[in-house]
């Protein structure tokens, strides 16, 4: 995770709701040293990622439209994605543009919610995906090397680009054309391992600027982290914080590709968390520095489903923290703090594009900027320290809270602080309750056996690197040997291997297990006299998706494998005629559909014990909301609803017992490993369960478990929506909703707390707390303060109950003055039924 510390530290359709890639408007997309230019005007832009295979297009369901709707609602403008190679042309020549990799489908939604896209085709992507995106078929290709100069891999890297672009011209896709994608990526972060491949990576790259080029978008392209993109690519910069990147030349824009909102998890990692104040901080500082286009990488992270996660170990789950969590839900604040921030940021829209910025510091730490032209003048104001200041500018003076940013879109009035989350919250987090999973019929299983059984299993000498031999057409792949033991005495064998997770089964019986990206195990094994199998169970979990050559890092069971006797002698294994099979005997069966003659149902089930398929059918949970499997129970497989893989499941890898904080500040430079959750707990319980794969009744839920465990324990999981909480402070600004009808006459309102319950048919049925004075303590557990005014709780249950949503000023005009000159605020915690 090194790298990803390094990086930080470096680093409308507007008028197209109609031309949804229809009617062709052709917008012309260029751009300056300020901002990208569409049609003839500079642009201030707000992205934000989604990765359409990471959630479903569903058309009952509406996760791709419901996932847009809410990107514009946050005040999105412009959605990138990346083109994920290895799902659109998982064997040679053999395109999929179906289902979750229905491409064309995603951007037509995207243009009709009124969004733009970035199109990031790479085609390498990173991403936590699989291999980084490339389909494994590439690695064969005689003479090949990936992301250098080299023939083999240009001319495929070129054909798979130019048959993308080909698809989006065809669908009149292009900006240019009418349709939404306003920009595109060739390559990713190359920059970041570049000096590895020597004097090629510079012609790589310039080849690479060329050809995306020559394919004639008629929109501009970047490269990010790559300070050497040759004209006219615009080079972007990725990161926790950009606000100090500049482009490679006057002619560019700064534009930020990849604003960690979080980041990932891995199976073993604790979960990772970024506080939003943070998050708007960045973002605010780099607006500031003469920025005009941010993407959130992710808006919304979703799910790794089937085999898709990259690795080793990246888990299943792919939140990312994100505003959008895992299953499209408004993750508060974070969404709402966000879209004020937007809001703010597109109030100062005509001056950040009339003219650069001029900053000056106004004392240590703080930074003022003003972006002055003719009559328009915005300005910022930046506390990059890790106290509070008060600062004079303009011959005013303000309170600048520590890391925080204020948005002053007139010169003069804060509409927003970074640091002064009010948006209302569902900050209890919420709970997932259990709901026992029944359907007709219980489950019933299968054994898969171990070792060789499939009639396509082959001999080599000496030990075969995994990924080479399995094609990543499985995670699992046997290696096996028969032994001749005179006396069948007791020893050891030591095992060494590349990883990612070894089971090693001596004579049909499990001896070992473990994982490491690094399998190192010396297991103490019992031989019979005569003949003794070895078999040795060597799985991946995710191929490597980062960092130079990462396609040849391979994987597997690489020895030396070694036999130890008690007589104190060893014997290298190593280069013996192993057995191999690729994948496992129910893989070949095709038993994660269900259909078998072979599943058996009697009351004996086995749990605990390694390899078994397991199967039941379902009915689907009431509700419309998301669903999910608690795998609490289980040990390490991959699950199935109706034949689809919700991906790898693996509740029993625990995160590190400590390393976590519940209330990480917000304050000082983030990292990935600053503000972790869940320590010593499962990294992962909940496995997304996509409505659209499902019928009300009769659906068949199968598992394939590797290390041994009991199916009657999962559940299905809910979320029950929490309490909603908010909190909003005397100093806090107006609305910034409230600036937006006139930008000159703002309103002095004053601070205002909201309440809105999260699900469109709720509404506000008590208030649980609610106190203007100077309360104590947090949501779930706020209580007062030595200020307190008695009539709060009857004017917030007068205003709420029984609305939406609710407005309340926070004055002394509503509530009284309780007392005197100490500065108060309200605080309300709510449910919503
Ligand atoms: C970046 C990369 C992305 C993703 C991200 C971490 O370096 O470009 O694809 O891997 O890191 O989530």
């Given at each position: 995770m090194k790298r990803r510390e390094i990086l930080a530290a470096a680093a409308c359709f507007v008028v197209a709701v109609a031309a949804a890639a229809t009617t062709a408007l052709g917008a012309n997309v260029s751009y300056d040293h300020r901002a990208l230019v569409i049609d003839g005007k500079r642009r201030v832009l707000i992205s934000g990622s989604i990765h359409y295979p990471r959630s479903t297009p569903d058309v009952t369901n509406l996760m791709w439209p419901d996932l847009l709707q809410k990107s514009k609602d946050g005040g999105v403008d412009v959605i990138e994605t990346y083109v994920f190679w290895s799902g659109h042309e998982p064997v040679q020549n053999q395109y999929n543009f179906e289902g979750r990799y229905d491409l064309v489908q995603f951007i037509k939604l995207a243009a009709k919610a009124g969004l733009y896209v970035h199109l990031r085709i790479g085609p390498y992507v990173c991403a936590e995906w699989n291999y980084g995106g490339f389909p494994l078929w590439l690695h064969f290709i005689p003479g090949i090397q990936l992301r250098t100069d080299n023939e083999p891999y240009k001319a495929e890297m070129k054909r798979f680009t130019a048959k993308i672009v080909d698809l989006m011209k065809k669908e009149k896709l292009y900006a240019s054309q009418g349709g939404p994608i306003i920009l595109s990526q060739i390559e990713n972060e190359y920059g970041n391992v570049d000096s590895a491949y020597g004097p090629a990576a510079k012609t790589y790259i310039n080849w690479a600027a060329k050809m995306a080029v020559s394919l004639n978008t008629g929109v501009p392209w970047v490269m990010c982290q790559q300070k050497d993109a040759p004209d006219p690519i615009i080079n972007t910069c990725n990161g926790?914080?950009?606000?100090?990147f500049t482009p490679n030349s006057n002619n560019k824009p700064k534009m930020w590709t990849e604003n960690w909102s979080g980041w990932f998890l891995s199976f073993g990692g604790a979960v990772p968390y970024r506080p939003v104040e943070d998050l708007a901080f960045a973002v605010g500082r780099f607006f500031q520095l003469g920025g005009t286009f941010q993407n959130y990488y992710m808006y919304h992270g979703g799910t790794n489903f089937g085999r898709t996660s990259g690795g080793p170990f990246i888990s299943t789950s792919y939140d990312y923290d994100a505003p959008l969590d895992e299953y499209g839900q408004l993750r508060q604040p974070k969404w709402g703090h966000l879209k004020d921030l937007h809001k703010a940021i597109k109030l100062c829209e005509d001056a950040l594009l009339a003219t650069d910025p001029a900053t000056t510091s106004l004392g240590s730490n703080v930074e003022a900027t003003t972006y002055k032209s003719g009559s328009v003048c915005a300005a910022f104001l930046a506390n990059t320290g890790t106290s509070d200041k008060t600062v004079t500018f303009s011959g005013n003076s303000y309170k600048l809270p520590a890391w925080s940013v204020s948005i002053l879109p007139d010169c003069k009035t804060v509409a927003f602080n970074t640091a002064k989350v009010w948006i209302n919250a569902v900050t209890v987090v919420p709970s997932f309750t259990r709901e026992a999973i029944d359907g007709d019929s219980d489950w019933s299983w299968i054994d898969e056996p171990v070792g060789i059984t499939k009639d396509d299993a082959f001999t080599k000498p000496g030990l075969q690197d995994q990924i080479n031999t399995t094609s990543d057409q499985s995670d699992y792949l046997w290696y096996s040997l028969s032994i001749n033991s005179e006396d069948g005495a007791g020893s050891q064998i030591d095992v060494e291997s590349l990883g990612h997770v070894l089971h090693t089964f001596v004579n049909g019986s499990a001896t070992g297990n473990s994982n490491n990206a690094k399998v190192s195990e010396d297991v103490p094994v019992t031989l019979v006299a005569g003949k003794n199998t070895i078999d040795l169970l060597s799985v991946t979990v995710g191929l490597q998706n980062y960092g130079a050559f990462f396609d040849l890092k391979g994987a597997g069971i690489t020895g030396p494998v070694v036999l130890k006797l008690k007589n104190g002698s060893a014997i290298d294994l190593s280069s013996q005629k192993w057995t191999y099979q690729v994948g496992l005997k129910g893989e070949g069966l095709g038993l994660s559909s269900g259909d078998s003659a072979q599943w058996v149902s009697q009351s004996s089930l086995p749990t605990m014990k390694p390899l078994v398929w397991y199967k039941r059918s379902f009915n689907t949970p009431g509700g419309d909301g998301p669903l999910a499997i608690d795998f609490t129970g289980m040990g390490k497989g991959e699950a199935w609803v109706n034949g689809q893989s919700i991906g790898r499941y693996w509740p029993t890898n625990i995160a590190p017992s400590s390393g976590c904080t519940d209330s990480c500040d917000y304050r000082g430079s983030y990292g990935a490993n600053k503000c972790l959750k869940n320590c010593g707990k499962p990294s992962q319980t909940l496995y997304h369960v996509p409505r659209s794969w499902l019928k009300s009744t009769g659906n068949t839920l199968v598992l394939f478990e590797e290390n041994g465990g009991d199916p009657t324990k999962i559940a299905f999981a809910t979320p029950q929506v929490g309490s909603l909480c908010a909190q909003v402070s005397e100093t806090h600004p107006s609305p910034v909703h409230k600036w937006s009808s006139d930008l000159r006459a703002q309103t002095k309102s004053g601070p205002v707390l909201s309440l809105s319950c999260p699900h469109p048919n709720q509404v506000i049925s008590s208030i649980k707390y609610a106190s203007y004075g100077t309360p104590q303590g947090t949501c779930g557990s706020f209580n007062n303060g030595q200020c307190h005014s008695q009539n709060t709780l009857s004017i917030v249950q007068k205003a709420c109950i029984g609305s939406k949503n609710c407005s309340i000023k926070v004055s002394n005009s509503t509530f009284g003055e309780p007392c005197g000159l100490v500065r108060k605020s309200l605080a309300v915690e709510a449910s919503c039924t």
């Open positions: 926790f914080y950009c606000d100090q």
